[in-house]
């Protein structure tokens, strides 16, 4: 009898970690995301640094006060995600669909901006190493933006169709960790691209 309740019904898996297997498997995937980001960073010093290459190469300019705006709206919509998961948390719905709608708005502000600024920046990723390295990093950056908010509509999609609970959550938290994530790395390359 034991054996057939068995077979009709697996156990469930073992968990040896108190992380979420579905949390935990979105930490190991941004891990590997920061050895990526990591390899280009690499490139960037070595073409500045070591190749000595002006940065950035004259006579161009970097829009530091735009970018330095979408680094506003960017970490803006990570409280504005963080603001979604706690209403979840707490059953407010209402809470939870105008954190998504804000945090996907704010984004897409962000894209928007990016690509506004390639279009007239006045280099290409083709000009030299500066202009290579400087599309490769802000683009792998976009890239993983795009991606987020492709994450968010789904979120919100599901959020206005009432899919998610102060005990169902997992929806949010998932993404809203990848969000924290890309608004993270971009600080970073700010502050290496625009700033240093």
Same mark, same amino acid.
């Given at each position: 009898m034991a054996a057939v309740d068995h077979a009709a019904h697996p156990p469930v898996a073992h968990q040896s970690s108190r992380v979420d297997a579905r949390t935990l498997g979105m930490f190991l995937f941004i891990?590997?995301?920061i050895m990526l980001f990591g390899s280009f960073f690499t490139i960037y010093f070595f073409v500045r640094v070591s190749a000595g290459t002006p940065w950035p190469t004259p006579p161009y300019q970097l829009p530091v006060f735009v970018a330095g705006m979408n680094t506003i709206i960017l970490v803006t919509s990570s409280f @504005?995600?963080?603001? &979604? /998961?706690?209403?979840i948390k707490r059953g407010n719905r209402?809470?939870?669909?105008?954190g998504l709608v804000l945090t996907f708005l704010l984004g897409l502000t962000f894209l928007l901006t990016q690509i506004l600024e390639y279009s007239r920046i006045g280099f290409t990723p083709h @000009?030299? &190493?500066?202009g290579s390295v400087f599309f490769g990093l802000t683009g792998l950056h976009g890239a993983h933006v795009f991606?987020? /908010?492709?994450l968010l509509a789904a979120a919100t999609v599901r959020a206005f169709r009432g899919h998610y609970s102060a005990e169902s959550h997992h929806g949010v938290e998932i993404p809203g960790i990848y969000w924290h994530f890309v608004d993270v790395m971009w600080i970073v390359v700010y502050t290496t691209v625009y700033i240093l």
């Open positions: 891990a590997s995301e @504005t995600m963080h603001w &979604a /998961l706690q209403s209402t809470g939870l669909q105008g @000009t030299d &190493a500066f991606v987020g /908010l492709t």
